[in-house]
């Protein structure tokens, strides 16, 4: 089965880039989408068909996906961002998710 | 706006079944969305359970394919899920969640989201 690996945490300071990374058999043949959790809450979708932001989604989030690994890109970082990141992506007839990274912000 | 909402007994013995119903509001079910079961222990990362269009068309995910049904009704604007022979490993947050338009193009990203329900196996 289709399987995509992501970084289980991830560190950046205040005003950093964070790029969190996904990877996959071929990813870049397929989309990926990209969400955003925080503790309680239920995910929101923050980049989809790789690089799209949905509407209400600060710019400074982007997205890429080539080779074999999506990119998710945070730029100037800000302690609201601390979340967790999962990716997906659509195999077949199946979804699949990341097993998800927890960026801290500090 | 379309909102959705997750309800069913929080609290399942051990090799029973989790049924849940998920309420579409403020939208249509019949629409050229998918609808779609996620689930998330806690603790854990997301597995997608499966999905089911309004006609009826349902895809599930190999690894719990053998216990899930997911059925719609839409005279009540509603989906659920019954996923059967629970153990303790079947504890999670059960979300509903809408796919995008972007499956017309081969993309599956879920764009609305339930905001989850506890479900507890107990033994």
């Known amino acids: 089965s289709f399987q995509l690996t992501q970084p289980p945490s991830l560190s950046v300071s205040p005003g950093q880039t964070a790029n969190i990374t996904c990877s996959g058999d071929k990813l870049g043949n397929k989309y990926t989408a990209w969400y955003q959790q925080k503790s309680g809450q239920p995910p929101v979708l923050v980049i989809y068909?790789?690089?799209k932001r949905p509407s209400g989604i600060p710019e400074r989030f982007s997205g890429s996906n080539s080779g074999n690994t999506a990119t998710l890109t945070i730029s100037g970082t800000q302690a609201m961002d601390e979340a967790d990141y999962y990716c997906?992506?659509?195999?077949?007839?199946?979804?699949?998710f990341g097993g998800g990274t927890k960026l801290t912000v500090l | 706006q379309v909102q959705l909402q997750e309800s069913g007994p929080g609290l399942v013995k051990s090799s029973g079944t989790v049924s849940l119903t998920c309420a579409v509001s403020g939208g249509s079910i019949s629409t050229r969305n998918w609808w779609s079961w996620v689930r998330q222990p806690p603790g854990k990362g997301l597995e997608w359970i499966g999905e089911?269009?309004?006609?009826?068309?349902?895809n599930y995910n190999p690894s719990l394919k053998s216990r899930v049904t997911i059925s719609v009704d839409k005279s009540k604007n509603q989906f659920s899920l019954n996923l059967r022979s629970v153990t303790a490993a079947d504890t999670a947050v059960y979300y509903c969640a809408r796919g995008d338009d972007s499956r017309q193009i081969g993309g599956a990203a879920f764009d609305i989201w339930g905001q989850g329900a506890l479900v507890t196996v107990s033994s």
């Open positions: 089911i269009y309004h006609g009826g068309s349902t």
């Open positions: 997906e992506t659509w195999d077949s007839i199946t979804v699949v």
């Open positions: 068909l790789d690089a």
